[in-house]
């Protein structure tokens, strides 16, 4: 199962818009890095564990598990598929390494961009009602999903 801990009083690096003095209070869910030996999952894709039982309890206080865990499903089906070696993102990895110039809107890009809409659209409708920020985990390299308490 993966680890989940609850952090108060924790800054992020990744946040530029908050003054350094301010305090932040973060709950947080880490990333799973075990594979079951069935699994088909690569495990260089991050994953987060959409369950209710990987969840911090002062968060399932706040919002459904039902919102969690489509929320986190989501995020886990964006990253799965840029994870995914195709003709295109082979194509453009080559043609990258030898005309230096050459700058083409990659799959990793296009994902970058859908999970920006993504989270904006869920603090948007779910989570700033609730008091809480989701913030985007590109940020801390994939290695967890902050939820800033803003209230």
Known sequence: MSSVVAISNATSPAVSQLP????TRLLVVSREYSVMPDSSRDPETPYFVPVP????PPLLARVSVESLCT?????????AKVAVVSYSSAFN????FF???????????DMLRALDDLIETENRTVYEPKGLRLRNPRYVSFL????EVID
């Open 20 to 23: 350094p003095s301010s305090e």
């Open 53 to 56: 039982e990987a969840l911090p």
């Open 71 to 79: 929320t986190l499903s989501s995020i886990n089906a964006l990253l």
């Open 93 to 96: 990895s080559f043609a990258a």
């Open 99 to 109: 005309c230096l110039g050459f700058s083409a809107d990659t799959e990793y890009a």
């Open 144 to 147: 967890r999903v902050e939820f």
